[in-house]
Every structure is written in C-alpha cells, then in structure tokens.
C-alpha cells in the first residue's frame, strides 16, 4: 500500500504563491548578492525568525543573514561566511547546507545546541551549528564541493569555520563521486532513542562532473559530527525514470510531522529544463515514497518564475505553512542583462493562506 493512501498530502500544500521577491539580488558592483541570491534556511531565536541564505557575486557563493517577523519582510544583516580564499577546498565560497534546529514541522524550530566537535580545537560545546558547503574554483558552483560544520557561541554572525571537510564526494564511478551540495544532519536518537547512530545526514550527490549528470539524496551516519559512514541503501530519494524530477531528486529539506508521527521531505525536481518542488513522505526517515506530482512548479512563459521554483524551505508561522524556494525568470531588459545577466534568481514564497491579501 502507498504511503500516501494513508496519509494525504492536504497539511503540506501551498498553493498560494507570493509572486513577489521577498529577499531580492542587490545588483550593486562589489556586493556579495551582487548577481543572485539563493538557497534559503529559516529557523527562529530570541523571538524572531531568521532566514541564512546565499549570495553570488559573479566569482563565487557566500552566505548572509536576514531577519523578519512576518514572513514577507525582510531585513538583511549581512555577510556571516565569507569567501576563504587561502582554501584550497573553500576558495570559492561558503554556502549554507542547513541550520542545525528543531525540526518539528509545527514546532518553533529553535536553534539547538550541540556536543563539542573534536574536529575544531579547543571547541567546550554547547554551541548553535550550521553546516555548509563550500567550492574549490572560481565561478558557478565550480569544482565538487565538500561539507563542513561551523559553530556559534550565540551570536548569530559570528562564525568559526571547521578547517577541514568533514563530508566529501564519493568513489569515481559512484552515485556521489563527482561532488556533493547542501546536506541536512539531524539529532536521529531525539526521535529514536535505540538508534545504533545518534547523527543522520542527508546528502546531495552527484555521478558525473560534466553535463548531463544526475542529483540524488543519500544518508550518512555518525556517532560525533566528524566521522561519518554512508548508508549502502543510498541514494535514497532517486531520480524518476522520466518527468519532472528525472534528472534532479535533491535540494532535501526533511522535516518530522509531529501531528501524524511521520517523516516529510521536501526537495527540488528538475527534467534537464525546469525545476519545481515536490514532497516524500516516510515512517522511518530511511526508505521515502515520492508524491509523483510537484507540489510547486514554475508558472509558464511571462510568470515571475517562468524558468524554475526550487529549493524549498518551510516554515509553520501563525497557522500558516510558507514554503519558501528560489525563483527564477530571464531577464527582460537590457539593465536587467546589464545587471544579472541571463537570468534573474531570487527568494519568494508560496503558503497555505494567502496571508498579504
């Protein structure tokens, strides 16, 4: 029996899209987002709801911080991983994989603190942790990237970067072994106190380092944050054999239901043209059924996300669930060119109510 015969997919729908920017490239020469801004992780603190994303700049990715109260306006606060430059393995920018918080789909999804991290010296624990991925060249997410953690004392923009990666590609030949991007690690024994590994990761991977290529979701697991072992059922979310998830099943964002007792994840499809989101469902966080429809997909030619509506984010805000993802459109006038060039990406979201009405 299907997953989803049990189990509607009604609570996790969004079908209200915003249609407007809410964090929007700069455009300004010499500014981080200069290009694009991308790849939103939202978590709340001190009251407040947070959003750390990514910033390009024509040369590479870093990773900034902004703020809200409603979900739709938002304040950036600037840079928080920067560009590392005398790193080999991070030359080419910092992006943020995910924010180590409270996963409960309805819950407050606060910042949570973490054992020490043997692999950064001196680290007493009981520290926020990001983790992030980080490229070896200079361009568009140029070289296969490695991840790596990243730990907070409690100010959010201030971070100290592990030096070296703690989770790289896999074998040549493998699912995994021409690169990875984002992953999302969660605190597995919270939920599953016999679990044999405290630590599952979510990974993005790829199988070949030139077009066309493939992206697909595996697991990991690890007892310490730093020693990590890949699960041999992976990759675990795989791509359709055709449709609009047959060459990316990525971009996870894997979330508890705590009112149904099951595991959602939310991740980005693409067909080799457009990318939109759809939504798995599981009841052990280890083997996921695939809705086969997206749950978001771009709006058509002339639409604000004409090219792609991808990289989910969710959040559950006053009885709303907001779904935020990248969107993307060409640009259509010469300054818009002059400015972005061909295409112009930015953050948005959809929701279950249309809430700005």
């Not at 201030?158 to 690169?179: H, M, T, Y």
């Not at 990974?203 to 992206?215: C, D, I, R, V």
Request: aromatic share 14%; hydrophobic share 35%; with cysteine.
């Amino acid at each position: 029996m299907s997953i989803f015969d049990k189990y509607d997919i009604i609570p996790y729908l969004t079908p209200y899209k915003y249609s407007k920017p809410i964090i929007a490239p700069s455009g300004e020469p010499g500014c981080f987002d200069r290009v694009a801004v991308d790849n939103a992780r939202i978590f709340r603190h001190g009251g407040r709801i947070y959003m750390m994303y990514i910033g390009y700049d024509g040369s590479g990715y870093e990773t900034a911080l902004a703020v809200s109260d409603d979900m739709l306006h938002w304040e950036k606060l600037g840079v928080i991983l920067g560009k590392n430059p005398e790193s080999g393995w991070e030359a080419g920018g910092r992006a943020v994989s995910c924010v180590m918080a409270d996963v409960d789909m309805w819950g407050e999804r606060e910042l949570y603190r973490i054992p020490a991290v043997s692999a950064i010296p001196g680290d007493p624990g009981g520290n926020f942790a990001i983790w992030y991925h980080a490229y070896p060249g200079i361009g568009y997410e140029a070289g296969a990237a490695a991840n790596t953690i990243a730990i907070s004392h409690g100010a959010l923009d201030s971070w100290e970067c592990c030096a070296v990666p703690l989770f790289s590609k896999g074998a040549e030949g493998d699912w995994d072994g021409a690169g990875l991007y984002s992953c999302w690690v969660i605190d597995r024994e919270k939920y599953y106190p016999d679990s044999p590994h405290r630590w599952i990761m979510y990974y993005n991977g790829k199988n070949s380092a030139s077009w066309p290529w493939n992206e697909q979701v595996g697991i990991a697991w690890s007892d310490d944050l730093v020693n990590w072992e890949r699960d041999p059922r992976s990759p675990v979310l795989r791509v359709s054999e055709s449709g609009w998830d047959s060459a990316f099943s990525c971009g996870q964002h894997v979330l508890y239901d705590s009112r149904r007792g099951i595991w959602v994840m939310y991740y980005m499809g693409f067909d080799g043209r457009h990318a939109g989101n759809g939504i798995a469902l599981s009841e052990d966080g280890i083997s996921w059924e695939k809705y086969p429809e997206p749950l978001i997909f771009p709006g058509g030619e002339g639409s604000p996300d004409e090219t792609h509506a991808h990289k989910p984010c969710i959040l559950y805000h006053n009885g709303v669930l907001y779904h935020i993802f990248c969107a993307v459109r060409p640009t259509r006038t010469p300054e818009e060119k002059a400015l972005y060039g061909r295409e112009y990406r930015y953050l948005t979201l959809a929701a279950s109510h249309p809430v700005w009405e």
